[in-house]
């Protein structure tokens, strides 16, 4: 099983509070890992330090080998982020966005290669030369997708992808996702949503308070049950 | 390098989209079409009048010509005719008026006591001269740090503040790379205002193109490179957009309006000119007691100056030209001593502002500006220096007619001396207030490096 995500005793602390405690985690090749937890649990944290935004107090995280805190540049060659809110240029198109994201990633494609990307991302063919300030949130997150997939990306960062998307953009979405992970890419999804969770991973981790707390097997579970659990979690 | 090209090509496809920057830039443009306008008007209001003065001159002498139609007593000439001593602008005065428009473009002189010739000016309404001249310096100096201000404070937090930062980051980019893209984006388009406007400018006013075009260009883009510099040094504080513009703004209010005020105010308190005042007194009842004085004392002084004159005929009796003019040349002289304190004063004071400005950039790159312009105080101060001596040559002139009895001809007024001044560009005092910049630059940039280096470690 080859890993491609590791986290190592990953730890955060500001002053006195700790955001982030001993996390140990690996994923393998296109595996879809989801992380659940309240707000302030420590799940944008551990996304953080995987992009390398934030150094961490203790441990290591790997993507593909590469030490994020150590070569915060290098493991962006291997990952691909997709905020709750995926922000782009406002007054440049899609096509243009993507074009820039490739680009930087060190891929230059032809004008065609772009629009296939955003076609097969979801988006349709009329908006890829419209302003991405017209586009709806469902749209934008399309643009993320199809830059992570131009730029060959082999792990997915996902932070709240589905909160906000209407449940037609968000079922688009989960069938997305489970193409991306068919074709070999590792996922790894902070969420609120137990249900999508349940539905798209293979493993599920319950945060609370800088710390996972549980680890649990999607498919042993119904979301019912995944959701009274979780509620006991974080009753108690 | 290839990353670097990428951000460029997409700042300025953001730039031509993002309808506020290029209004700004337009309004940059305008301000400084304006500038160069308003410089030029005020030039050739200048030159008109300089250019009238010949014909007031030739008035004069046909009237003098009506008035003594045969020959005259030279003291009547001295008296009653008028010279001009003019104050050419260079074409470079157009692009920084500096002291042009406090300073007289001519000063009209007679053969009487000099001294209070030499400070006469034309009344200006004060609330002008308070603002100073809409040339395209005061554009350069004011307004470039405002448009600078304008395209780069939020640098770094306005791609925080819209998201697209964390996005941009998430690809293989150092924010190293993003923000030198950002800051070379700026330099460009800023250095192209100014090249083009600079151009613009030699254009319209003929300005020529030698090297204080060089000095002209090397300073405003290191005046320009300082204001990046400073937007940078707070843009690293990964602050927010308003944060940064308040900031900038106060920066802004600090060395470009308090500081020079505080360095005037430096300059008035530590070289008081009192001797400006007490020169005009002391030579005005010095000429005014020579009409007291016994003839005879009043002519020995004045032969002690001139003792190839002290043959010349007695001045007992009737009014006598040459005793009414040996007393107004010993006004003079009772004031000589005065007079040299009052102008090492003014270069006194010049010297103190001057070391003073290098803590405002701002007044710094006016100096320069005027400087190389040919506008300084330091110029105008030539410029009466040069008067004064014209005044000298008018003497040696006319005293052979007054004081060995010679008739004045109608003709000798072609052998008239005559005084035109242009001012030389100061290059010293320019290439030093080009290094002080430089070295502004340089404390900025470190400052930039510093505060990029310790706040960026991690993103905010």
């Known amino acids: ?236 | 390098m290839k990353q670097l090209r990428i951000l460029l090509h997409f700042e300025w496809l953001n730039f031509k989209t993002e309808k506020s920057l290029v209004a700004f830039c337009l309004l940059m443009l305008l301000s400084g079409f304006y500038g160069i306008f308003s410089g030029h008007y005020e030039l050739k209001k200048q030159r008109n009048k300089i250019a009238g003065l010949e014909q007031i001159y030739q008035a004069n002498i046909r009237e003098m010509g009506e008035k003594f139609p045969d020959s005259a007593d030279a003291g009547d000439i001295g008296y009653y005719h008028s010279a001009f001593a003019k104050n050419h602008p260079d074409n470079w005065a157009a692009l920084a008026i500096g002291q042009r428009d406090v300073s007289p473009a001519y000063l009209k002189i007679r053969l009487l006591a000099v001294q209070n010739q030499l400070y006469n000016s034309e009344n200006t309404n004060p609330l002008k001269l308070a603002t100073g001249s809409f040339d395209l310096s005061f554009v350069m100096v004011f307004l470039l740090p405002l448009f600078i201000i304008a395209i780069s404070f939020n640098l770094l937090s306005a791609e925080k503040e819209q998201g697209t930062l964390r996005l941009l980051l998430a690809q293989p980019l150092k924010l190293s790379t993003l923000f030198l893209a950002k800051i070379i984006f700026r330099f460009l388009l800023i250095a192209a205002m100014v090249i083009l406007l600079s151009i613009t400018a030699l254009l319209w006013t003929g300005a020529a193109p030698d090297l204080r075009a060089l000095y002209w260009l090397l300073a405003i883009l290191l005046y320009a490179i300082f204001w990046l510099g400073t937007s940078c040094a707070i843009a690293a504080l990964q602050r927010s957009s308003a944060f940064n513009a308040i900031s900038l703004l106060g920066v802004w209010l600090m060395l470009a309006v308090i500081a020079p005020v505080l360095i005037n105010a430096a300059t008035d308190i530590s070289k008081p000119v009192q001797e400006g005042l007490q020169l005009t007194m002391v030579q005005r009842e010095a000429v005014h007691g020579g009409w007291d004085k016994p003839k005879a004392e009043t002519m020995d002084r004045f032969f002690k100056h001139y003792p190839q004159y002290s043959n010349t005929g007695s001045v007992e009796g009737a009014f006598k030209w040459k005793w009414y003019y040996a007393f107004q040349e010993l006004g003079d002289r009772s004031v000589e001593t005065l007079y040299k304190a009052y102008r090492q004063k003014m270069l006194d004071r010049l010297s103190l502002a001057s070391n003073l400005s290098v803590v405002s950039p701002p007044a710094k790159l006016q100096e320069v500006l005027n400087g190389i312009a040919g506008t300084e105080l330091q110029q105008h101060l030539d410029f009466i220096a040069g008067t004064k001596a014209y005044h000298d040559r008018l003497k040696a002139f006319y005293y052979p007619y007054l004081y060995q009895d010679r008739a004045f001809q109608h003709a000798d007024f072609a052998k008239e001396p005559q005084y035109s001044f242009t001012a030389a560009p100061d290059y010293t005092k320019s290439a030093s207030g080009i290094l002080v910049l430089l070295a502004a630059n340089v404390l900025v940039s470190l400052l930039a490096i510093f505060m990029f280096k310790t706040n960026t470690k991690e993103l905010k």
């Open chain 1, 1 to 236: 099983m080859q890993i491609i995500l590791e986290a190592e005793g990953l730890s955060k602390t500001y002053g006195e509070k700790t955001a982030l405690n001993a996390l140990h985690l690996k994923l393998s090749k296109g595996e879809i890992f989801s992380l659940l937890g309240p707000n302030g649990a420590g799940k944008s944290t551990t996304i953080n330090l995987f992009l390398g935004f934030i150094q961490p107090s203790a441990g290591a995280a790997r993507i593909n080998g590469v030490d994020a805190s150590k070569d915060p540049v290098g493991v962006k060659q291997h990952l691909a982020y997709i905020p709750e809110q995926v922000m782009l240029y406002q007054n440049l198109s899609g096509r243009e966005n993507l074009s820039l994201l490739s680009a930087l990633a060190g891929f230059e494609y032809s004008q065609s290669a772009l629009d296939q990307f955003l076609v097969e991302a979801g988006l349709q063919a009329d908006a890829i030369n419209k302003r991405v300030g017209s586009y709806s949130k469902g749209m934008r997150q399309k643009v993320g997708i199809a830059a992570a997939v131009a730029k060959n990306a082999k792990v997915l960062l996902l932070d709240e992808p589905t909160s906000g998307l209407d449940p037609k953009a968000s079922n688009e979405f989960s069938e997305l996702l489970l193409r991306l992970s068919a074709a070999g890419t590792t996922i790894f999804m902070a969420t609120h949503d137990i249900f999508r969770a349940r539905e798209v991973s293979q493993r599920i981790g319950i945060m609370k308070a800088g710390s996972l707390i549980d680890e649990i097997n999607a498919a042993k579970l119904n979301a019912g049950e995944l959701e009274q659990l979780y509620l006991d979690y974080m009753k108690g």
